[in-house]
């Protein structure tokens, strides 16, 4: 776990430049002109929600360094100082927690990986099997499907302490695909039309096939399903690693730090 504030701040800015990016590109912000359509789907939902965590955090780590500033240092063990062993000084606090909003960070986590994995194992795969022309490996879409998830992800393997989650952060991470697919939904069957099928000319009322009632009908239910079991089963893992990590960092009190 590392407890650099400076380059927690560092890292964080990165991030935050990185998905702010892929996201205004994916609104089509650099190629001349909005696309505001695109909001409609979860993947540009989930990056809103990951780019509010890291101005979140961004702002947090700022503040943690002039708290730090305007205190009297860190003292530990596992540092040295000229002329002195053991209980030592760094510098004016940079050294410090940096796994701010811990529990709201893990939901974010699944969130997005949901965007991550879904994309990856259940939408990129049609794509070249149909060969739509879908552009996958432009900067926009490696952006918002890859770099976003996997800077959160990192984010909170590297600066989150563990042990603040609670059992039912498990359920909570279900909360916001939910909501998602249920909005989506009855905005689809009262007619809203997401775009047309480039196979039949006709019209999609919902933004992934996996609950696209009027194809799949009944299926749809059962990917449903699946989602939710999928989230959750994620959000438990979440949770043990956390208990493991809790025993782990207890052997090593100092942790890891940069």
Same mark, same amino acid.
């Given at each position: 776990?590392?407890?650099?504030?400076?380059?927690?701040?560092?890292?964080?800015?990165?991030?935050?430049?990185?998905?702010?990016?892929?996201?205004?590109?994916?609104?089509?912000?650099?190629?001349?002109?909005?696309?505001?359509?695109?909001?409609?789907?979860?993947?540009?939902?989930?990056?809103?929600?990951?780019?509010?965590?890291?101005?979140?955090?961004?702002?947090?780590?700022?503040?943690?360094?002039?708290?730090?500033?305007?205190?009297?240092?860190?003292?530990?063990?596992?540092?040295?100082?000229?002329?002195?062993?053991?209980?030592?000084?760094?510098?004016?606090?940079?050294? =410090?927690?940096?796994?701010? $909003?811990?529990? +709201?960070?893990?939901?974010?986590?699944?969130?997005? &990986? #949901?965007? *991550? %994995?879904?994309?990856?194992?259940?939408?990129?795969?049609?794509?070249?099997?149909?060969?739509?022309?879908?552009?996958?490996?432009?900067?926009?879409?490696?952006?918002?499907?890859?770099?976003?998830?996997?800077?959160?992800?990192?984010?909170?393997?590297?600066?989150?302490?563990?042990?603040?989650?609670?059992?039912?952060?498990?359920?909570?991470?279900?909360?916001?695909?939910?909501?998602?697919?249920?909005?989506?939904?009855?905005?689809?069957?009262?007619?809203?039309?997401?775009?047309?099928?480039?196979?039949? =000319?006709?019209?999609?009322? $919902?933004?992934? +096939?996996?609950?696209?009632?009027?194809?799949?009908? &009944? #299926?749809? *239910? %059962?990917?449903?399903?699946?989602?939710?079991?999928?989230?959750?089963?994620?959000?438990?893992?979440?949770?043990?690693?956390?208990?493991?990590?809790?025993?782990?960092?207890?052997?090593?009190?100092?942790?890891?730090?940069?």
């Amino acid at each position: 776990m590392i407890k650099n504030r400076s380059f927690a701040l560092v890292y964080r800015i990165a991030a935050l430049a990185i998905a702010v990016t892929g996201f205004l590109s994916m609104m089509g912000l650099f190629s001349g002109g909005w696309n505001f359509s695109v909001l409609a789907f979860y993947t540009l939902q989930s990056n809103v929600l990951i780019i509010l965590l890291f101005i979140m955090l961004v702002v947090r780590t700022v503040m943690g360094l002039r708290e730090g500033n305007a205190g009297e240092g860190y003292t530990g063990e596992g540092y040295t100082d000229e002329g002195n062993t053991g209980e030592v000084r760094v510098g004016k606090n940079n050294i =410090g927690s940096v796994g701010y $909003f811990a529990r +709201f960070e893990m939901v974010c986590c699944v969130n997005i &990986m #949901l965007t *991550f %994995l879904v994309y990856w194992v259940l939408l990129a795969p049609r794509m070249f099997i149909m060969n739509d022309g879908f552009p996958i490996w432009t900067y926009a879409n490696l952006a918002v499907h890859g770099f976003t998830p996997l800077l959160c992800l990192l984010d909170y393997i590297l600066f989150v302490k563990p042990g603040h989650l609670k059992y039912t952060d498990v359920y909570y991470v279900c909360i916001f695909p939910l909501v998602y697919l249920i909005g989506t939904s009855i905005a689809g069957l009262l007619g809203y039309v997401y775009f047309t099928s480039a196979e039949d =000319g006709l019209p999609i009322r $919902f933004p992934y +096939f996996f609950y696209d009632f009027d194809r799949i009908g &009944m #299926l749809s *239910f %059962l990917y449903i399903g699946a989602l939710v079991v999928f989230l959750i089963a994620v959000g438990h893992a979440f949770y043990l690693v956390d208990k493991a990590r809790i025993k782990r960092v207890g052997k090593n009190t100092s942790g890891v730090l940069l």
